[in-house]
């Protein structure tokens, strides 16, 4: 089974979140930032800035995490960001770095 990520995105401002899964994390988010889908919620809500992600080896784990943090309040979202992003900084160019660039499919 392929490896999975869940990511949460934000707007400029901090003010809508939004959970995501994928298998390939620098993808995903350079089709959010470019606003690949612009009838999605991310491009009609401006969500483009990666504030937090978990890897996982297996898409499955990645999936049951999603739902997990889906169900929990905006409150515990913001706990779990803050925790290892009090600045809510962009974390896509460190995520790059990190898992590279390549242009494996979703």
Sequence with gaps: MKPGFIY????????????GVTSVIVIRVKQHKEKFNLKSFTAKYNLDKLVYYEAFQMIGDAIGREKQLKAGSRAKKVELIESINPDWIDLYEEVKEMFGDSEDTI
């Design 8 to 19: 949460i995105l934000t707007n400029k401002n901090n003010t809508t979140l939004y959970v």
